[in-house]
């Protein structure tokens, strides 16, 4: 890696994109030095009670926590599939994986834990506790941001 190019972060999130702790290790790397995040948000079921996160409303709290720019990744619905691509087609020095840590199967999420460790690149993975944020109050957030578009 080129000492003078900022670390590349690939960010990997469905329903934690917006908890706290996800946006404080974002926020911890920003000041750490600099960073280039890329969310990616996998669409992995839409029969939910609740809407998962969508990059519209995630992007503008990950920029705030940035304190700048932050790219977007398609993402399908298979996340395994979707790292593999963005890793295929992006230029990542690492991964930071968020994930759930109820009401997902724990051999499922350490396996595809274990899989993305197997890419080769530093991964972090984050089970969020604590505080989170809903879509409704990112929705407000991210007009307070400057709409879509703004950090």
């Known amino acids: 890696m080129d000492a003078d190019r900022p670390t590349r972060i690939l960010v990997v999130a469905n329903r934690t994109a917006g908890t706290a702790r996800l946006l404080d290790e974002v926020n911890r790397r920003a000041l750490a030095g600099p960073c280039e995040f890329a969310l990616l948000i996998p669409d992995v079921g ?3 009670k609740h809407p998962d996160w969508t990059l519209a409303s995630a992007l ?3 920029r705030r926590a940035a304190g700048g720019r932050v790219g977007s990744v398609a993402g399908g619905a ?3 599939a979707s ?3 963005a890793l295929t087609y992006g230029d990542f020095d690492e991964i930071i994986v968020s994930t759930r840590p109820v009401r997902f ?3 499922r999420r350490r396996d595809l834990v274990d899989q993305v460790q197997r890419l080769g690149l530093p991964v972090t993975v984050l089970l969020p506790h604590g505080a989170t944020v ?10 307070d941001a400057g709409g879509p ?3």
């Open 105 to 107: 199967p724990r051999l």
């Open 60 to 62: 503008p709290l990950m």
């Open 134 to 143: 809903s879509n409704k109050q990112a929705l407000a957030m991210m007009f």
């Open 78 to 80: 298979d996340p395994l």
């Open 83 to 85: 790292i593999h691509n």
């Open 46 to 48: 839409r029969d939910r």
């Open 149 to 151: 578009g703004g950090y």
